[in-house]
């Protein structure tokens, strides 16, 4: 089962605008991680934010985590047609495998 | 380039046959991750190793599926007497622990088509 939903589940911008996408789960969990998928193909790892952390910046990204509302959000600044891929937020649980529990992805769209 | 590699990339099967798909994960990652991926879906979580040892499997996972990582290098997927279900994106993903975290890494995936 699924335990991420992303929202949107699609999003078309503009080059040179940012996108926001966000992410909401159900339990606890020990870290949140966010992917890039472009079509038909593996996921690129983007980031990776501990429950303990509440925000984290890699390049043009800016991730944040509310463990009080079981949400997080994912920022891209000054998107590029580059950009343009599906992204996905996934779970990892307190102890254990730390599976991942993706949700269904939003699929962004970024126009020349 | 020495991340996590799969093989083949796509595999096209009629049904009722067996297929094997292999992942050879980033060198020194000691967890390796098996996941399923249907059209518009995120991935889904099949198994897992750490080392050699296969420790936990989904409920996804039926008696047609097996997985092995010997010596906890790379890992073989077998899916015997293939369904028009199991059409899907099989990923690989390996990892290590760091600070407490496991930052998991994907393969290319291969892609699986039944006939």
């Known amino acids: 089962s699924q335990q991420g939903e992303e929202d949107p589940q699609a999003l078309s911008i503009q080059e040179g605008e940012n996108a926001t996408m966000n992410c909401s789960y159900k339990?606890?969990?020990?870290?949140l991680q966010w992917y890039r998928q472009n079509s038909g193909r593996g996921l690129v790892h983007l980031i990776l934010?501990?429950?303990?952390?509440r925000e984290k910046h890699s390049g043009r990204l800016r991730v944040t985590l509310d463990t009080s509302k079981k949400s997080s959000s994912l920022l891209i600044t000054a998107s590029r047609a580059a950009d343009t891929a599906s992204y996905f937020c996934a779970t990892a649980n307190q102890g254990g495998s730390e599976k991942l529990v993706f949700g269904k992805g939003t699929k962004l769209t970024v126009n020349p | 380039d020495t991340g996590v590699s799969q093989d083949p990339r796509h595999k096209i099967t009629k049904r009722g046959q067996n297929v094997t798909f292999r992942c050879d994960p980033i060198?020194?990652?000691?967890?390796l991750y098996w996941y399923r991926q249907t059209l518009g879906q995120g991935p889904e979580f099949l198994t897992y190793f750490q080392n050699e040892a296969q420790l936990e499997k989904s409920r996804l996972l039926s008696d047609r599926f097996s997985a092995e990582r010997p010596k906890g290098s790379f890992s073989t997927l077998e899916i015997q007497r293939t369904e028009q279900g199991d059409s899907a994106m099989y990923l690989c993903?390996?990892?290590?622990?760091?600070?407490?975290?496991?930052?998991?890494?994907f393969g290319p995936g291969t892609r699986l088509t039944v006939t």
């Open positions: 934010i501990r429950s303990n952390e």
């Open positions: 993903a390996s990892s290590q622990n760091r600070a407490g975290a496991y930052e998991q890494y």
């Open positions: 060198s020194e990652h000691n967890r």
């Open positions: 339990t606890s969990i020990n870290n």
